[in-house]
């Protein structure tokens, strides 16, 4: 499955973004899809998965209670709406699909694609 993240972009401090993750190539629904992120300098952090139907979501403490990780099959499309942002929030974020047989995971190793980046920078 090839994925496209997109939706990034300059917010100020306590502004909102929504990124988008459109899958393509095969049937969307046969996959988890998590969100990744990484700032300069540092290894990417799991953000938030959700399962292949959508009912169950987890997420990183960082943003629990701020984000929130939706997906449409019909469109083949995953979300992550992000509110109350922070300056520590900046950093290209990646969507990625894993095989919905394993599981949710916050591992990166468990992901098999992934979409090329969306930068977020958030303004103090």
């Known amino acids: 499955v090839q994925l496209q993240a997109f939706g990034g972009g300059l917010v100020q401090a306590g502004g909102s973004l929504r990124l988008s993750c459109a899958a393509s190539?095969?049937?969307?629904?046969?996959?988890?899809m998590g969100w990744f992120r990484q700032a300069p300098g540092k290894e990417r952090e799991f953000v938030a998965v959700?399962?292949?139907?959508?009912?169950?979501?987890y997420y990183a403490d960082s943003v629990k209670g701020r984000f929130t990780i939706s997906r449409d099959n019909a469109k083949n499309t995953g979300y992550l709406q992000m509110n109350s942002l922070k300056p520590e929030d900046t950093a290209v974020y990646y969507c990625?699909?894993?095989?919905?047989?394993?599981?949710?995971?916050?591992?990166?190793?468990?992901?098999?694609?992934w979409g090329q980046g969306t930068l977020v920078t958030v303004s103090s």
């Open positions: 990625a699909a894993g095989d919905r047989r394993i599981g949710m995971s916050a591992v990166r190793g468990m992901y098999d694609y």
């Open positions: 190539g095969r049937t969307f629904s046969n996959y988890v």
């Open positions: 959700i399962s292949w139907g959508g009912v169950n979501t």
